[in-house]
């Protein structure tokens, strides 16, 4: 018996070393939804002391707990709320909050339940993950591929780029109104190669190699010929 205590001990140190361990926000919730045991990782991006989030809710109100698009979250439909009851796991949902001792932030948070043997739900285990400077940062990137998108279509120039490292390619609509083509037609190196003048062709390539090759030059200027859908130049 004592051996048993002893190994049951050490076992319990390990998972409590691993647990505290973790840079990941862990939780550990009963049958009811209420926080049993928490690491340190969740305590400091939760902003509160493991005592202060014992006992604690997560539907609770005080979280102020909001959808990615901003609306709130129900109290049925947090992720940890919605594992316990449905028997499942619920996973990288995006949740927000704005706790005035933490902020507006954004997890992304896995709510995966423990059935016991019989299949009577005995807590939730619940990870969760700060992604707020991520997901600022793909807010950031779809403003500013809102603001290129509104110059593009409010400019008379074709607009054209080239990823060389991957060879994909965006084609401004304009692009194909000055070649009087449909915008379905697929534009790749072979077709340019087949539209442009068969004298500018090299030159041009040439010209581009020069430009890329030269890493203190940002940008270039070069004219050749296209041929429109009417047969003309």
Not at 5 to 14: F, K, T
Not at 50 to 58: A, I, K, P, T, V
Not at 138 to 154: K, P, V
Request: aromatic share 6%; hydrophobic share 40%; charged share 30%.
């Amino acid at each position: 018996l004592t051996n048993i205590r002893r190994d049951l001990r050490r076992s319990e140190d390990r998972f409590r070393a691993l647990f505290d361990g973790l840079e990941v926000g862990v939780v550990v919730q009963d049958a009811d939804n209420r926080i049993l045991l928490t690491n340190p990782a969740a305590a400091r991006t939760l902003g509160l002391r493991d005592d202060e989030l014992r006992g604690l809710l997560s539907s609770d109100p005080r979280w102020q707990l909001v959808r990615e698009d901003g609306r709130p979250f129900e109290p049925d439909q947090v992720p940890s709320v919605v594992a316990a009851r449905e028997r499942r796991s619920v996973r990288n949902v995006v949740v927000g909050t704005r706790l005035p001792h933490v902020g507006s932030r954004m997890w992304e948070v896995t709510a995966t339940p423990q059935l016991g043997p019989d299949g009577a739900l005995q807590h939730v285990i619940v990870t969760f993950v700060d992604v707020t400077e991520r997901k600022q940062a793909e807010a950031a990137l779809r403003a500013s591929e809102r603001r290129l998108s509104l110059a593009i279509s409010a400019t008379s120039d074709a607009v054209w780029e080239v990823d060389y490292q991957t060879g994909a390619a965006y084609y401004s609509p304009r692009w194909f109104e000055m070649l009087g083509c449909s915008p379905d037609l697929p534009m790749t190196v072979d077709t340019w190669r087949s539209l442009c003048h068969p004298d500018d062709v090299e030159p041009t390539l040439e010209r581009i190699r020069i430009a890329l090759e030269n890493e203190e030059q940002s940008a270039y200027e070069v004219e050749f010929r296209m041929k429109r859908a009417d047969g003309t130049w």
